[in-house]
């Protein structure tokens, strides 16, 4: 009798024992359950965006390459009416049904436009009414993000935004009774034994059971974690609207994969799949999506559409036998097409090499925490027309000069830099031969030595002296040696092993000689030259030594077209950038990226040296140029090749683009490279592909053309032969005349001499008369 009395009180002391665990772990989960539910937000990735397109009369662009861009952006070439995201080709001319945005100062709604082109410009904007507009934007191709953990990305949507019929079929595969039950739904677990033996779709979690495992849980299957969401599932009822539960649950579910990036919610689900807002999927659309829930690899519709086919349409059978769409609905969603994008996946960006140029740029103004939680919009520079230039013709080069063995093994690498050439904006940036690698960025990281890109450094330095130096001041190209304490002696070469005496200064660096810029940048000053390299906007530190005169000197390409952006903005140093805007995930502006400019140089021996390094095209180291570009384009530029040939440059600008250009091996190894011959094919490949402007110097008031006897250095006219117009700062120009010149010659320089100077007195008086 003791011992039964015992056990009855033991039992008793055990049943408690587990009800108070029970209750305790009841208490903890209900903790958990409102305390993270409440208390956990989404985190949000920054989403970047390129430049948008903005249309306007005389806009530089080409039917052809609007409609690539609206292909990037996913519009259908078919009207779709009552829905924007479409356009129709016809004749020169584009009806384009632009999508609502929010821009960086203020939400543009959807927009139908007409757009007329004619000789590769827009020549014609007309809204749906046949009244002119000034401009027309497109919205801006997204081009990547800064991601949480795991790289999950979403677009955030409230249930009132999601279309009835998307919760209809959501309900009627996933949980019929989804808004009867408490969290638990003992039929469903019935349903979903039976299912083993049936083709019907039901399943056994409820929506709330299938939201705990997500949002609390792991993915493990054992009793006890089957236990937990059971129990979290009820709690979560207990506390929350079935809206709340169900709104939660439709930004959370998790729909495939796109490469590294991990697609939740049905608001990207949407964008990704059919290139459109969540609240415009049709019924087929929403049924595909819902049929993907229960497996989004096995039903990924770009690699097994049948399947997805079918799974999509036993959800609308589901939905149909439930009396939530008419059979007419069913009718017409079932005999759609599946209708997903045709584009294939960026993952977490298709340009990673300009996605690191943005996310270096922005650690320097935001928290690393914030640019992958807080659902940052930033707005960037990038030109996909200029990135696709850039990306085309570097692979399809490296990709041929392999296959030839025109510069030793294969395995050569490049990168590309282009920007615009007045605003510092960053256009375009690749990293290397393959360009989706998030990898090592060369035209960021990789520091090499520069040769001859250094040289204009040389000459803008003498062209600051006018007195001294002009472009016809004569520069010894004989032997050179360079000797220093404590250093070996240094004897540069020139590339043809040749020397050339006395050279004309703008055909010394035409040409490129080795000597004549040694002798030159010693003779100026090794310090007074470099003091002009920083102020070109070369930031890292270069060791005064003479063989800096001749590029050893280590940059990257990104640093290079730091450097050539102040030479072609005429003397103004504006910092590359690759930031507009950035807002907040609904629009608020927080922080603006404005053009910085300050004058680094005067604009006359900047405009001299502009002016020398169109003749490096026209007649010298660069003249290759004219078989990818016309002659009126008259670009500038320079090329570089290093010692033992490891690398080979090419840097210049037209009227609206700069790019730079590296060729070589990560390994450094001794080559056959030349800048003409390596990298100068690339950079006119994608210049070509671009239609540049030509670039027109704007001559500085103190400036003056004069016409030289290209024989005896002197003024010459139209009696001598070959005769060349150059500029030279007022006052510095040659007075005596060539022996060639005539007494016409002389009265053309009079009459232009005597125009000059009252344009001169009439602008100064108004200036006086006026204010400036």
């Given at each position: ?207 709330t059971q299938q939201l705990v495992k997500n949002f609390f849980l792991t993915p493990e299957r ?397 007649e010298g180291t660069g003249q290759a140029m004219k078989s990818y570009l016309p002659p009126e ?45 390596a990298a100068l094919p690339i950079w006119g490949d994608l210049m070509a592909a671009l239609r ?81």
């Amino acid at each position: 009798m003791a011992r039964r009395t015992k056990l009855r009180k033991f039992l008793r002391f055990a049943l408690l024992a587990t009800l108070l665990a029970a209750a305790g772990v009841t208490l903890y989960l209900d903790f958990r359950v409102r305390h993270e539910f409440e208390g956990r937000r989404f985190a949000l990735p920054a989403r970047i965006f390129a430049r948008p397109l903005e249309l306007h009369v005389g806009l530089r662009i080409p039917l052809p390459d609007v409609v690539d861009e609206l292909k990037q952006l996913g519009y259908r070439d078919v009207a779709r009416p009552g829905e924007s995201g479409w356009y129709l080709r016809d004749e020169g001319r584009l009806e384009i049904a632009l999508r609502p945005f929010v821009f960086w100062d203020g939400a543009q709604p959807p927009r139908a436009v007409s757009v007329g082109f004619e000789g590769g410009k827009v020549s014609m904007l007309r809204d749906a009414s046949g009244q002119d507009v000034p401009l027309a934007r497109v919205e801006p191709l997204p081009i990547g993000g800064i991601y949480p953990a795991g790289n999950e990305d979403r677009i955030l949507v409230r249930v009132k935004d999601v279309p009835k019929h998307l919760v209809e079929e959501l309900i009627a595969v996933e949980d019929r009774s989804f808004y009867s039950h408490h969290g638990f739904d003992p039929r469903g677990l019935a349903r979903a034994a039976r299912s083993v033996f049936s083709s019907r779709v039901q399943g056994g979690s409820t929506i709330t059971q299938q939201l705990v495992k997500n949002f609390f849980l792991t993915p493990e299957r054992t009793i006890q974690r089957k236990a937990t969401e059971l129990v979290m599932a009820v709690l979560l009822e207990m506390h929350y609207e079935k809206d709340e539960i169900l709104e939660t649950y439709l930004n959370e579910i998790y729909f495939g994969q796109d490469r590294d990036r991990a697609i939740h919610g049905v608001g990207l689900a949407a964008q990704y799949y059919f290139a459109k807002d969540v609240q415009y999927l049709s019924v087929a659309e929403s049924a595909m999506l819902v049929g993907m829930i229960r497996g989004p690899a096995f039903y990924d519709p770009y690699k097994h559409a049948a399947r997805t086919l079918e799974r999509r349409n036993l959800v609308l059978r589901e939905t149909r036998d439930q009396g939530k769409i008419s059979l007419e609905q069913y009718t017409t969603a079932r005999s759609a097409p599946l209708g997903v994008t045709g584009k294939s996946g960026m993952g977490t960006s298709p340009y990673p090499a300009f996605l690191k140029l943005v996310h270096k740029q922005l650690r320097r103004d935001y928290d690393e925490k914030d640019l992958r939680s807080e659902g940052l919009r930033i707005f960037t520079t990038l030109d996909p027309r200029a990135q696709g230039a850039a990306e085309s013709a570097l692979t399809r080069r490296l990709a041929q000069f392999d296959k030839e063995k025109r510069f030793g093994q294969p395995g050569l690498e490049g990168a590309v830099v282009i920007t615009d050439p007045q605003s510092g904006e960053v256009q375009a940036m690749v990293g290397g031969r393959d360009v989706r690698y998030a990898g090592y960025n060369r035209a960021l990281d990789a520091a090499r030595p520069v040769g001859s890109l250094l040289k204009p450094a040389i000459y803008l330095t003498a062209l600051s002296e006018p007195s001294r130096y002009t472009l016809l001041t004569p520069i010894d190209d004989g032997p050179f040696l360079w000797k220093s304490r404590g250093a070996p002696d240094w004897e540069p070469l020139n590339y043809d092993k040749k020397f050339h005496g006395m050279v004309p200064l703008r055909l010394a660096l035409a040409h490129s000689y080795n000597a004549a810029a040694a002798r030159l940048g010693t003779d100026l000053g090794i310090d007074k030259v470099l003091g002009n390299l920083r102020r070109l906007g070369v930031e890292r530190e270069v060791r005064p030594y003479a063989s800096a005169m001749l590029g050893a000197v280590d940059l990257s390409p990104f640093e290079v077209a730091q450097m050539y952006q102040t030479i072609a903005s005429g003397g103004f140093r504006s910092p590359l950038r690759s930031i507009r805007e950035v807002t907040t995930q609904d629009g608020k502006p927080l922080a603006r990226y404005p053009l910085a400019v300050e004058q680094a140089f005067p604009p006359e021996p900047v405009y001299l040296l502009a002016a020398a390094m169109q003749d490096v095209v026209r007649e010298g180291t660069g003249q290759a140029m004219k078989s990818y570009l016309p002659p009126e384009i008259a670009v500038a530029g320079k090329t570089g090749t290093t010692d033992e040939q490891r690398d080979a440059w090419f840097a210049g600008f037209s009227g609206d683009r700069l790019a730079v250009v590296w060729v070589g091996y990560d390994d450094n190894r001794a080559a056959r490279l030349s800048g003409s011959a390596a990298a100068l094919p690339i950079w006119g490949d994608l210049m070509a592909a671009l239609r540049p402007e030509p670039l027109a110097l704007a001559r500085p008031e103190r400036i003056e053309m004069v016409s030289i006897d290209p024989q005896s250095g002197l003024r010459g006219g139209a009696s001598c032969p070959g005769a060349v117009e150059l500029p030279f700062v007022q006052g510095s120009a040659p007075r005596e005349r060539a022996p060639c010149s005539g007494p016409l010659d002389a009265a053309v320089d009079a009459v232009n001499q005597a125009v000059g100077e009252t344009t001169k007195r009439a602008k100064t008086f108004l200036e006086r008369l006026f204010g400036r």
